[in-house]
């Protein structure tokens, strides 16, 4: 089956840090990742969909400057929070579309961050 | 928008009973996505369905498309069945992205 790899799964920054989150998948050439973040007991919220070559969109509310997005080959796409702060620690998860399979679903591991 | 209802929100079971877990959703679909997450994040996609029923190992998903409505169910259930289980839908037009909208999950806790 299809396999998306995210690292790191955790993190640990100071605020005003940079961190990178990378997303890959191992077996297929993802043509349209998604960004994933979940606040604790509650559900995935859409964060912005990566379409490799061009540039992300972003769901309205998510700060584009703040969570930077690149998907610049058909196997990885990173997301970059900038200048994190606490509020920002969250669990970010990845999930990954099989041109050939549009329909299904695979999901990275997950990252969880926490800004201190 | 689709909006994806799951029911029960928590459910607490003893090792050995059978468990069902249900998701309803008010707009037409492509597919809905049985997915279940562990305490640890990450997630694994159980079933995709679109129609009728599908079966693995001891997890049994089914769909009725004219109600709107699937279950996910669980036979002699395990500890190691206790996590949150999340129902997803596919819209029926997906265009270039085929954008996922959640239900907020159910969590399970399988008692030994």
Request: proline share 5%; charged share 15%; with cysteine.
């Given at each position: 089956?299809?396999?998306?790899?995210?690292?790191?799964?955790r993190v640990?920054?100071?605020?005003?840090?940079?961190?990178?989150?990378?997303?890959?998948s191992?077996d297929?050439?993802?043509?349209?990742m998604?960004?994933?973040r979940?606040?604790?007991?509650?559900?995935l919220m859409?964060?912005?969909t990566?379409n490799?070559?061009s540039?992300?969109t972003?769901?309205?509310?998510?700060?584009?400057?703040?969570?930077?997005?690149?998907h610049?080959?058909?196997?990885?796409?990173?997301?970059?929070?900038?200048?994190?702060?606490?509020?920002?620690?969250?669990?970010?998860i990845?999930?990954?579309?099989?041109?050939?399979?549009?329909?299904?679903?695979?999901?990275?591991?997950g990252?969880?961050?926490?800004v201190v | 928008?689709?909006?994806?209802?799951?029911?029960?929100?928590?459910?607490?079971?003893?090792?050995?009973?059978?468990?069902?877990?249900n998701?309803?959703?008010?707009?037409?679909?492509?597919a809905l996505?049985?997915?279940?997450?562990h305490?640890g994040?990450?997630i694994?996609?159980?079933?995709?369905?679109?129609?009728?029923?599908?079966k693995?190992?001891?997890?049994?998903?089914?769909?009725?498309?004219?109600?709107?409505?699937s279950?996910?169910?669980?036979?002699?259930s395990?500890?190691?069945d206790?996590?949150?289980?999340i129902?997803?839908v596919?819209?029926?037009?997906?265009?270039?992205?085929?954008?996922?909208?959640f239900?907020?999950?159910?969590?399970?806790?399988?008692?030994?």
């Open positions: 089956g299809a396999v998306v790899s995210q690292h790191p799964s640990i920054c100071k605020s005003g840090t940079s961190v990178k989150i990378e997303c890959r191992l297929f050439q993802a043509t349209t998604f960004w994933y979940q606040f604790p007991k509650q559900s859409l964060m912005a990566s490799e070559g540039k992300a972003y769901e309205q509310g998510v700060e584009k400057d703040k969570f930077l997005i690149n610049a080959s058909l196997t990885l796409s990173t997301l970059t929070v900038t200048s994190a702060h606490p509020e920002d620690s969250s669990f970010y990845c999930s990954a579309r099989a041109p050939l399979r549009p329909t299904e679903a695979f999901f990275g591991q990252t969880r961050l926490t | 928008k689709n909006e994806v209802e799951q029911s029960p929100q928590n459910l607490t079971a003893q090792e050995g009973e059978f468990i069902t877990i998701c309803s959703y008010s707009v037409g679909i492509s996505h049985w997915l279940q997450q305490p994040g990450g694994v996609s159980l079933f995709m369905l679109s129609s009728g029923k599908k693995h190992g001891r997890l049994i998903a089914t769909i009725n498309i004219q109600e709107k409505h279950s996910l169910h669980i036979t002699a395990h500890p190691r206790s996590a949150v289980y129902c997803a596919s819209p029926k037009s997906g265009g270039s992205n085929y954008k996922l909208t239900g907020k999950g159910t969590l399970l806790t399988v008692n030994p």
